[in-house]
């Protein structure tokens, strides 16, 4: 992935349907006020807060956000890189999503518990600064 220097806000206004960006608005400020960091927009419409390199076992590596979300017209991605075993008890208490690999969909923001959200976002953030597990060595870029 790499940035693209788009303007967020600007990204963000012309999102639709208007529930999408108004979900996308609130999770941005979630993601803003546990990173501390301002968004950037990536590659294929993902809003990042800071950059991380991964690399994998298998050679691969490359460049993401270290929390991120995307909003698509059918839900809001969020990004979750360490994938959701150790976030089963909190998504049991979510409300209605769906999740695969390292996404986690939602359709509709205001059916969820927005503290069980931000608990599962702190946790990945935490997660990323870590420096990830021997499944993905990441490595905080700025």
Same mark, same amino acid.
């Given at each position: 992935?790499?940035?693209?220097?788009?303007?967020?806000?600007?990204?963000?206004?012309?999102?639709?349907?208007?529930?999408? /960006?108004?979900?996308? &608005?609130? +999770?941005?400020?979630?993601?803003?006020?546990? !990173?501390? =960091? %301002?968004?950037?927009?990536?590659?294929?419409?993902?809003?990042?807060?800071?950059?991380?390199?991964?690399?994998?076992?298998?050679?691969?590596?490359?460049?993401?956000?270290?929390?991120?979300?995307?909003? /698509?017209?059918?839900? &809001?991605? +969020?990004?979750?890189?360490?994938?959701?075993? !150790?976030? =089963? %008890?909190?998504?049991?208490?979510?409300?209605?999503?769906?999740?695969?690999?390292?996404?986690?969909?939602?359709?509709?923001?205001?059916?969820?518990?927005?503290?069980?959200?931000?608990?599962?976002?702190? /946790?990945?953030?935490?997660?990323?600064?870590?420096?990830?597990?021997?499944?993905?060595?990441?490595?905080?870029?700025?």
């Amino acid at each position: 992935m790499e940035k693209t220097g788009q303007d967020v806000q600007e990204y963000l206004a012309a999102v639709t349907p208007a529930r999408r /960006r108004d979900d996308a &608005l609130v +999770v941005l400020d979630i993601m803003r006020e546990i !990173t501390g =960091r %301002e968004p950037e927009m990536w590659s294929s419409g993902i809003v990042g807060f800071g950059t991380c390199h991964y690399r994998y076992p298998t050679g691969t590596e490359g460049l993401t956000g270290i929390l991120a979300f995307a909003p /698509r017209k059918t839900s &809001l991605t +969020v990004y979750v890189f360490e994938g959701f075993d !150790t976030h =089963r %008890e909190a998504l049991a208490q979510l409300g209605p999503h769906t999740t695969s690999v390292s996404c986690l969909y939602i359709k509709d923001l205001s059916k969820v518990d927005l503290d069980i959200l931000r608990g599962i976002l702190q /946790r990945s953030y935490d997660w990323m600064l870590e420096g990830g597990s021997d499944a993905a060595i990441l490595t905080i870029v700025d």
